[in-house]
């Protein structure tokens, strides 16, 4: 994607992007060096890409609550709130949130963490029940490992 950064006297600490006509338009301040120019193009890249994800999280979970025969979520979003879990579930209101950084996860990894949520529907505990539903999605220990692994990342 093309890239347009404007740099404003106006702005002191704060950066913004956004897409247009297929433009990623970077705004900095006047005062970053080429390095922090760099950076924050960067960042924002990735950030466009984040959102943009081709993950449909409806499509995917109802496709996995019907395959293990698992309740499908009554809302299902990407949170960007989420830094400490990859997904959370409230059973009570059936509302599944998945962190956004999630999605740039291989589609296998993203399914197990689809299906643990799911699973959250059914056993709102991590007991040996939950573990049983959960267990059922044949990628599960080598999803487990991955997200280990990309634990220490954060």
């Not at 347009?4 to 006047?30: C, H, N, Y």
């Not at 009554?74 to 579930?89: P, T």
């Not at 699973?119 to 939950?130: M, T």
Request: some cysteine; hydrophobic content about 40%.
């Amino acid at each position: 994607m093309k890239v347009e950064v404007t740099r404003s006297t106006r702005r002191k600490k704060t950066v913004q992007a956004k897409v247009r006509d297929g433009i990623l338009q970077v705004f900095i301040p006047i005062h970053f060096t080429q390095r922090q120019e760099a950076e924050w193009v960067k960042k924002m890249q990735k950030k466009v890409q984040r959102e943009t994800s081709p993950v449909d999280l409806v499509a995917r979970s109802t496709a996995l609550a019907d395959r293990f025969g698992l309740p499908r979520p009554a809302e299902i979003v990407w949170s960007d709130r989420q830094n400490a879990r990859w997904g959370s579930c409230t059973p009570a209101t059936g509302r599944v949130r998945i962190a956004r950084q999630v999605s740039i996860f291989p589609a296998w990894v993203v399914d197990y963490v689809l299906v643990h949520e799911l699973a959250h529907l059914v056993v709102s505990n991590h007991s040996k029940a939950f573990w049983e539903l959960v267990n059922q999605y044949p990628l599960s220990e080598r999803a487990r490992g991955f997200l280990i692994a990309k634990s220490s990342d954060r």
